[in-house]
């Protein structure tokens, strides 16, 4: 059974930095491209950033770019983002999602995570 | 950037058809994909590459893709549908792919 665990939210500052953590199983995690989407209270679902199965292609939204970092441990089956520089409007559920094929950026999300809270706020 | 534009809100009875629409520019050469989400829970892939079913997703959701218009049709609606919609692609225009949402549908079933 896949499962997608996030962690790492909570409270932090305007400036603040956080790193949220999402723990995969129930399949071979190092195949599949895996994104970070989030969502605003009351609000859509936004695409923040996506890696490769590799690892060694990121992408990002650019409402983050150069606040936000992707990364992977395919020996930890662990996707990881590190958030820099938090604004309010970061304030938001953060979902992993994995990609629906195998070695290909351009396929839905058919596994999502629970969603961890972040809040940027004084 | 690549813009999605869905309705914020379809209504229908139950036992009719829901058609809800995601309009983009050349949208017919692109992958899309929808999710449903209902409150307080993650989304829910229920089609993908335009017109793919997920295993465990009802027959009665479809997906179509042509021209500047995606469509989501959900057949003989259930009290069980009523949820946001949310269509999606990949912007590959430039030399970094980006993921888009549309701005998410309501499904209020009557």
């Known amino acids: 059974e896949v499962q997608l665990v996030e962690s790492g939210g909570g409270l932090v500052q305007p400036g603040g930095s956080l790193r949220l953590s999402c723990a995969a199983s129930?399949?071979?995690?190092?195949?599949?491209?895996m994104s970070w989407v989030r969502q605003a209270p009351g609000k859509g679902l936004e695409w923040v950033s996506a890696?490769?199965?590799?690892?060694?292609?990121?992408y990002y939204a650019d409402s983050v770019k150069g606040r936000f970092t992707i990364s992977r441990d395919n020996s930890k089956n662990t996707l990881y983002l590190q958030m820099n520089s938090l604004r309010a409007e970061d304030t938001a559920v953060y979902y992993c999602?994995?990609?629906?094929?195998?070695?290909?950026?351009?396929?839905?999300?058919?596994?999502w995570g629970q969603g961890t809270l972040v809040t940027v706020s004084s | 950037s690549y813009v999605l534009t869905q309705p914020p809100s379809v209504s229908v009875a139950p036992g009719k058809t829901a058609r809800i629409t995601c309009g983009g520019n050349?949208?017919?050469?692109?992958?899309v994909h929808w999710y449903q989400q209902k409150p307080g829970q993650a989304p829910v892939l229920v089609i993908y590459?335009?017109?793919d079913r997920p295993s465990g997703i009802p027959e009665r959701f479809s997906g179509s893709n042509s021209g500047n218009t995606a469509t989501l049709t959900i057949s003989r609606v259930e009290a069980g549908d009523e949820a946001d919609y949310y269509c999606?692609?990949?912007?590959?225009?430039?030399?970094?792919?980006?993921?888009?949402f549309g701005g998410g549908t309501k499904l209020t079933v009557l």
């Open positions: 590459y335009d017109s």
């Open positions: 129930g399949f071979t995690f190092s195949s599949y491209a």
């Open positions: 999602a994995k990609g629906v094929t195998a070695a290909r950026l351009d396929s839905g999300f058919d596994y």
């Open positions: 999606q692609v990949w912007d590959s225009s430039s030399d970094h792919p980006k993921g888009v």
């Open positions: 890696i490769s199965g590799s690892g060694g292609s990121t």
């Open positions: 050349n949208i017919g050469s692109k992958s």
